[in-house]
T-cell receptor, first 114, second 111 residues
């Protein structure tokens, strides 16, 4: 009955590889987000989709490409992984596209680049 | 750049003590949210504040939306071991579509 689920929980890979992280929410929300949490625990938004449409696209390298096949799913593909991509990536969802709606977070994907 | 200043960055307290942390900004916010993150998990919403001056409680937790709309505080009364974690404030800037997060306050409780 997990509300926002991300897979995988851990991802260890070599520099230069391409990887994907998947996210699914069963809350019936229509907005989903990707956040990056660095080693100092600072959380920063990367992307936001509302009803499969991109509404927030922060200054993120083009190597990061989100994809929303439907409003319950938001996946993140990363090309040519770099050392600086090591972080915890969180998916979140909320109802409506207004930023003041409470966001529900997944448990994160810990990405480590060797 | 960073638009929210959260303090303190860390706290070491004895079980049973009260805790207070706050977030300040030079900008005006429409919404303040307080989250807690346990190790290995994602942030969980504790309290949401939507109006200047609003004071809201959730059990032993109390948070307030500052009158100036530029700050918010979170208090925890009679701390217990399960309060350990990282607490984040998050705010929606007036006119913005996204949340910005504070740097977090790491709470450690000595038994």
């Amino acid at each position: 009955d997990t509300a926002v689920s991300q897979t995988p929980k851990y991802l260890v890979t070599q520099m230069g590889n391409d990887k994907s992280i998947k996210c699914e929410q069963n809350l019936g929300h229509d907005t989903m987000y990707w956040y990056k949490q660095d080693s100092k625990k600072f959380l920063k938004i990367m992307f936001s989709y509302n009803n499969k449409e991109l509404i927030i696209n922060e200054t993120v390298p083009n190597r990061f490409s989100p994809k929303s096949p439907d409003k319950a799913h938001l996946n993140l593909h990363i090309n040519s992984l770099e050392l600086g991509d090591s972080a915890v990536y969180f998916c979140a969802s909320s109802q409506g596209d207004r930023a003041n709606q409470p966001q529900h977070f997944g448990d994160g994907t810990r990405l480590s680049i060797l | 750049g960073q638009q929210l200043n959260q303090s303190p960055q860390s706290m070491f307290i004895q079980e049973g003590e009260d805790v207070s942390m706050n977030c300040t900004s030079s900008s005006i916010f429409n919404t303040w949210l307080w989250y807690k993150q346990d190790p290995g998990e994602g942030p969980v919403l504790l309290i949401a504040l939507y109006k200047a001056g609003e004071l809201t409680s959730n059990g032993r937790l109390t948070a307030q939306f500052g009158i100036t709309r530029k700050d918010s505080f979170l208090n925890i009364s009679a701390s217990i071991p399960s309060d350990v974690g990282i607490y984040f404030c998050a705010g929606q800037l007036r006119g913005a579509q996204k949340l910005v997060f504070g740097q977090g306050t790491r709470l450690t409780i000595n038994p």
